[in-house]
C-alpha cells in the first residue's frame, strides 16, 4: 500500500480527467466533485494537480467533507467502508467519486446533496 500513498497525485489526476471525459464529463465537473471530497479550493487542488505532492501529503492537507460516510459501494473489487486504513480508505473514496461522475451520475447525487450526514 505504501507505494500507492507516495505516488505523485499529480501522476494520477490526469488519468481521472481521461477516464471522465471519455464519457462525456468535464474537468471541471472533476473538479468540483473533488474540490467537495477534499476541501480544497481550485488553486490547492491545481498546485497538488500539477506538482510532486503524493496521495498522503494530499489527504494530510484535506479536509473530507462530512458526508463522506454517505459514500459507499465498490471500488477495486474492495467495499469502500470497510477499508481499514485511513489513507487507503481517503483514496479509494476519492476513486469512487471519479468512478461516479464517469458513470454519468448527477453532481448532486455524487456530492450526496440532500442527504442528512450520518456523523
Not at 488519468?15 to 468535464?26: D, P
Not at 484535506?62 to 474492495?78: D, M, P
Amino acid at each position: 500500500m505504501s507505494r500507492v500513498f507516495d505516488m505523485p497525485f499529480s501522476s494520477v489526476y490526469p488519468l481521472y480527467v481521461a477516464k471522465v471525459e471519455r464519457k462525456g464529463r468535464t474537468q471541471g465537473e472533476l473538479d468540483t466533485v473533488i474540490r467537495w471530497l477534499t476541501g480544497l479550493d481550485q488553486p490547492e487542488l491545481e498546485r497538488h494537480a500539477q506538482g510532486t505532492t503524493t496521495f498522503r501529503e494530499f489527504f494530510d492537507e484535506a479536509r473530507l467533507t462530512a458526508q463522506a460516510s454517505e459514500i459507499t459501494g465498490i471500488v477495486c473489487g474492495v467495499r469502500v467502508e470497510q477499508i481499514e486504513d485511513p489513507l487507503m480508505y481517503r483514496i479509494r473514496l476519492l476513486d469512487k467519486v471519479v468512478d461516479e461522475l464517469a458513470k454519468g451520475k448527477a453532481l448532486e447525487k455524487v456530492m450526496r446533496e440532500g442527504v442528512p450526514s450520518r456523523d
